[in-house]
């Protein structure tokens, strides 16, 4: 367990609206991830963080922005939710550089009406 | 773009037998690889990683191998048990990448009694 609570764990939603998504952790790890799991498409990056204030977009950032404005929290938001967006959310952490040892949360599923 | 993908997207085994869990990359740079495991309702769980400059790993009950040559890699399961029913991703980094991991669909793997 990496201490990892993402925030909503469901929500449902219609198109158009805010959504923010949490991701909260508590065992200080530098690199925190954001990825959507759809079917056919594994997980795929959206977002990641490798410090406070410090983001990178992935390979599936359209729609969405995050913030870190502490070690523990990351935040993804959809501005403005579409269809297309409905998946399941799910935020890693890691501490080491190019190691494969993420640890994920429960991950969040949104749905967007 | 990246393609990480697996042979087959599912495979049924019996209790006891080994399980063998292919999956193929494309990009002949890439140089760690690591497998996951999410069981349903759950985030992804690292298993076992390999860099590119070994052609096999051993953990507890689980090897992976490395095919360079024909960019392949696999994860076999000794004496797989019911626990073991899962999705099992495979994944990649290169060096110009960065943080970002490559995921592929994933294999789901069911253990009959």
């Known amino acids: 367990d990496a201490g990892i609570t993402q925030s909503p764990r469901h929500k449902v939603t219609e198109t158009g609206t805010p959504v923010t998504l949490r991701c909260h952790q508590t065992?200080?790890?530098?690199?925190m991830y954001w990825y959507r799991q759809d079917p056919g498409h594994g997980l795929r990056l959206i977002h990641y963080?490798?410090?406070?204030?410090?983001?990178d977009k992935g390979e599936v950032s359209d729609g969405y922005s995050v913030s870190r404005s502490k070690t523990e929290d990351f935040l993804l938001t959809l501005e403005s939710a579409t269809s297309s967006q409905t998946s399941v959310y799910f935020c890693?952490?890691?501490?080491?550089?190019?190691?494969?040892?993420?640890?994920f949360g429960e991950g969040s599923r949104l749905t967007v009406l | 773009g990246e393609s990480v993908g697996l042979h087959l997207p599912t495979l049924s085994v019996q209790e006891g037998d080994n399980s063998i869990i292919n999956c193929a990359y494309s990009?002949?740079?890439?140089?760690?690889f690591i497998w996951y495991k999410q069981e349903s309702g759950k985030g992804p769980q690292f298993i076992i990683d390999?860099?590119?400059?070994?052609d096999k790993r051993q953990g507890q009950r689980v090897t992976v191998l490395l095919n360079k040559t024909v960019k392949h890699l696999s994860l076999q399961i000794a004496a797989t048990q019911p626990g073991d029913s899962a999705v099992y991703f495979c994944?990649?980094?290169?060096?110009?990448?960065?943080?970002?991991?490559?995921f592929g669909t994933g294999t789901s793997l069911t253990v009959i009694p």
């Open positions: 990009n002949s740079a890439s140089d760690y």
């Open positions: 890693a952490v890691g501490t080491v550089l190019n190691t494969g040892e993420l640890f």
């Open positions: 390999i860099r590119s400059n070994m």
């Open positions: 994944a990649e980094i290169t060096q110009r990448t960065g943080n970002q991991f490559y």
């Open positions: 065992e200080n790890h530098r690199y």
């Open positions: 963080s490798y410090g406070v204030k410090d983001t």
